[in-house]
Every structure is written in structure tokens, then in C-alpha cells.
């Protein structure tokens, strides 16, 4: 399914980063080694390549890989590509001062929990997590994300799943989003970001 997705001519979810990454670049600092799982064709690893951080991308596609690498080629940067199902990755531990996990939202409730541990024991202690996804409401806005209630994210599941973690920002929202045709229109989103204890 992915790689006929990201077989279509353009890049599916557009080439600019995901506007709640952007929003919190200050956390990220040139040289910090960086996780983006499910990374899809790069437009968010290649920009925080753009900004000096040392990125391993993840996506299970070796389409949307083949897309990310012309993209970072284009932009002048490189990064480190894996192509593996992250369901079933040997996630190495404490290997990242960060991890990026934008709408990964294919997994359900038994593989999100094992995907939410797999990215907490990947942190380096003092490292951040990243995390945006879609609430149930999205469903009714149809404007991206899958149709499962199940596969999406609530405030209480956040914050039972990262209650070892130091929350610094959980917020609910409905706002705009446009990136490219995947996600297109007003959406119900939730923004997490949280520290590994040191």
C-alpha cells in the first residue's frame, strides 16, 4: 500500500516539514543525532538535516526512501535511511538525543504500545520525543489519517503511555494543516512533547 502511495507522481504529503516539528526546532540543536520514524519521502528528516542534526530516517517503503534521498540531494544535505517495518526493527537503546514520530497512526493499540516503548528505550536519558497525531474527531473531518478510532490518540492514552517521561507540552487542537494531498483541511490534532528522564 505505501509504496503504491508514494509511487504517485509528487511527494504525497508535500516536501515542507509538519508545522508542529517546525514550531519546536529551537529543542533541536545542530549535531544531536535524531530519529524519524516512519519518515516516509523525507520532508521532515531532510529538513532537520537542513539544520545541522545528524537524522536516521525509518520508513518500511523503498519508494517514499528512493523519494527522500533525491529530496535531500536536491537540498544539499544527507541523512542515514533505513528501510525497515518499524514493527518489527531491532530499535537499538539510548541511541538518540531525539525522536520524531509524526502521525504514525497504522499501528493498533497493541503494536502502538510496543512502538511508544520501543521509542522511549531508544532515547538517550535527557532525550526528547516529538509526537503529533490525530484525535478521534478526526474521523468526522475526513481530511487525512486512517479511519480507525482505534489507531488514534487521546490526551489520557499519551499521558498514560509517557507518565515515566517529563511531559513539556500535551495540547488538543483543531487547526489547518495542508501536506500535499495526504493531509489537507481542518484537522483534530494532539501535539505531544516529552523528556527521558536524565
Excluded: C
Excluded at 519521502?41 to 542534526?53: D, F, I, K, P, Q
Excluded at 533525491?70 to 538518540?96: K, N, Q, Y
Excluded at 503511555?161 to 507540552?169: C, K, N, R
Amino acid at each position: 500500500m505505501w509504496d503504491e502511495r508514494y509511487g504517485q507522481p509528487g511527494y504525497f504529503f508535500g516536501t515542507e516539514p509538519n508545522a508542529f516539528l517546525a514550531a519546536h526546532a529551537d529543542l533541536m540543536s545542530p549535531g544531536m543525532r535524531v530519529l524519524s520514524v516512519a519518515d516516509g519521502e523525507g520532508r521532515n528528516g531532510v529538513w532537520m538535516a537542513e539544520r545541522g542534526l545528524e537524522v536516521t530516517a525509518i520508513d518500511a517503503s523503498a519508494v517514499a526512501i528512493e523519494k527522500s534521498k533525491r529530496l535531500a540531494a536536491e537540498r544539499g544535505v544527507s541523512l542515514a535511511h533505513v528501510h525497515a517495518d518499524i514493527a518489527t526493527w531491532e530499535w537499538p537503546s539510548s541511541a538518540f538525543d531525539g525522536v520524531v514520530a509524526i502521525f504514525v497512526q497504522f499501528a493498533n493499540p497493541t503494536l502502538r504500545a510496543e512502538l511508544f516503548e520501543a521509542m522511549k528505550r531508544t532515547l538517550l536519558p535527557g532525550g526528547i520525543l516529538l509526537l503529533q497525531g490525530y484525535r478521534p474527531e478526526q474521523i468526522g473531518y475526513g481530511t487525512g489519517g486512517p479511519p480507525d478510532p482505534d489507531h488514534l490518540y487521546t490526551r489520557s492514552l499519551l499521558e498514560a503511555a509517557f507518565s515515566d517521561f517529563e511531559i513539556i507540552h500535551l495540547a488538543e487542537h483543531d487547526s489547518e494543516i495542508h501536506e500535499g494531498k495526504g493531509h489537507s483541511g481542518l484537522s483534530a490534532l494532539i501535539d505531544l512533547v516529552a523528556r527521558k528522564p536524565a
